[in-house]
């Protein structure tokens, strides 16, 4: 069966510092991945996908993620973090078996300091 | 704008009453989700369903049920409610496929807060 593992309950980082959230997955086929963020009050927001091709994949807000096959890991990161970029980051897997079905991470609390 | 509209923000019920939570999309999305978001757990899969009339059991269905008659319309059923379904319950839908140039993701209701008392 497919996990999402999200190692960090808590982080808490100075504006201005790099970040890098970690996600680990278990699927047995070649997983779809994705990160969303939940910023207070707020419904859920897709910050970047992995389907397939380049590793290394952009999306908004200036994160990036990296997926490594051989680590079964799909950590985000941002090289220099915002006061507004605290929020819930969830990690997910899309897991094709049979139907579409979204497995989500336990997520990780991000609070920056000033 | 896409849009998944859940119709209360905030209820409240009793242990034992029914409640019924619902769930519109304007997408034309073949999928739809329920899912329950409790602090330290994340967001766990109670039920999805990916075509009218058809679902399939998430990771935690037990005690809820749904229904999907039309299309944009997603319904979670708490058959007879208890304290520990207290939660926030968020809705979702997607397109059907996981080729990248469907812009396929989920796309989220704006979640609604249960208290069962």
């Known amino acids: 069966a497919q996990s999402v593992t999200q190692p960090d309950i808590h982080i808490t980082v100075s504006e201005g510092a790099s970040l890098e959230l970690r996600c680990n997955y278990s699927y047995g086929a070649t997983p779809y991945l994705f990160w969303y963020v939940q910023s207070p009050g707020q419904g859920l927001q897709l910050l970047l996908k992995?389907?397939?091709?380049?590793?290394l994949v952009q999306g908004i807000k200036g994160f990036e993620a990296e997926f490594k096959r051989s680590q079964s890991s799909f950590n985000l990161r941002k090289p220099s973090v915002h006061w507004s970029d605290a929020a819930e980051y969830f990690c997910a897997v899309g897991a094709r078996t049979g139907t579409y079905k979204y497995i989500f991470g336990t997520g990780t609390r991000l609070k920056v300091l000033a | 704008d896409v849009k998944v509209t859940q119709s209360s923000r905030y209820l409240v019920k009793r242990t034992g009453e029914k409640v019924f939570l619902e769930c519109v999309q304007d997408m034309d999305h073949e999928n739809m989700f329920w899912y329950r978001q409790d602090p330290g757990l994340g967001l766990r899969l109670i039920y999805f369903?990916?075509?009218?009339?058809?679902?399939e059991k998430g990771d935690i269905p037990e005690g809820y049920s749904v229904s999907r008659e039309k299309k944009e319309r997603f319904s979670l059923i708490l058959e007879s409610a208890s304290t520990n379904q207290t939660s926030m319950y968020l809705c979702?839908?997607?397109?059907?496929?996981?080729?990248?140039?469907?812009?396929?993701?989920?796309?989220f209701g704006s979640g609604t807060q249960l208290s069962v008392l």
């Open positions: 992995y389907f397939s091709g380049d590793t």
């Open positions: 979702a839908s997607s397109i059907q496929g996981w080729d990248p140039s469907t812009n396929e993701k989920l796309f």
């Open positions: 369903s990916y075509d009218v009339k058809m679902k």
